[in-house]
């Protein structure tokens, strides 16, 4: 095979080439799985409404942060203190002041996981999102599926050259699609749970929620290019 060949974009009689694609799909169980924590507090004035934010907004770091490895990551995002106004004759009076904090914890441990949702769940003026599952970055699956595009560009590449008569002489290009996971977060078909209870105890406590983890699809594809000896037509 000649250098000129071998750079011919769509090959030569002399130096055919074949281009396929590889495709994997795998299905495999999720890595982590994340929640998202709302607590919200009201009262008739600003600094009523915001001490009892702050109180609850500490009780759910610490009940979050009691379940030790088990919580991967826990971030405050958005946080908020509005005034909630009343019509009183031609003017506008405040009536209240509500507050909110959104807070997303992380988990790895999915019985943990089912355990701290109740909990949170029953506490004080306190909502729950999720869980959505997910695969970390760095997991394995992703490779697997890049390793199985691959493998299959080759197998797919093979056949054709088979069918013809030829074989496969050397790999020109090979070109990465993506192997990523789909949809990284998923929503349970429960969606939200939400609570606006005002505290139970031990004896009362709600029992742990039993979660079944969603699996998650992983998909990778490649598109491959080989040079093959000439066919027998």
Not at 49 to 66: E, G, W
Not at 126 to 136: E, F, I
């Amino acid at each position: 095979m000649t250098q000129d060949a071998a750079h011919q974009p769509y090959g030569t009689p002399e130096v055919p080439r074949v281009a396929v694609r590889g495709e994997a799909r795998l299905e495999v169980d999720p890595e982590i799985a994340r929640i998202g924590i709302t607590v919200s507090a009201r009262g008739t004035d600003r600094r009523t409404a915001l001490q009892d934010l702050t109180r609850r907004n500490s009780t759910i770091l610490d009940l979050v942060k009691s379940y030790g490895d088990a919580v991967e990551k826990l971030e405050t995002g958005a946080f908020s203190i509005n005034p909630e106004l009343t019509r009183h004759g031609r003017a506008e009076r405040i009536r209240a002041y509500r507050g909110r904090v959104h807070i997303t914890a992380e988990l790895a441990d999915f019985t943990a996981l089912g355990e701290l949702t109740t909990r949170l769940a029953d506490l004080e003026l306190t909502s729950v999102d999720g869980p959505w599952w997910a695969l970390r970055p760095t997991s394995p699956a992703h490779g697997e599926a890049r390793r199985q595009a691959a493998l299959e560009a080759v197998q797919r590449a093979r056949e054709y050259a088979c069918a013809l008569g030829a074989d496969l002489c050397a790999l020109v290009e090979l070109a990465d699609l993506g192997a990523e996971n789909a949809a990284p977060f998923t929503a349970a078909p429960a969606g939200m749970l939400r609570s606006m209870s005002y505290g139970a105890d031990e004896e009362t406590a709600a029992p742990p929620l039993d979660l079944e983890p969603q699996r998650q699809t992983v998909y990778a594809q490649v598109n491959a290019r080989f040079t093959m000896t000439p066919p027998q037509l």
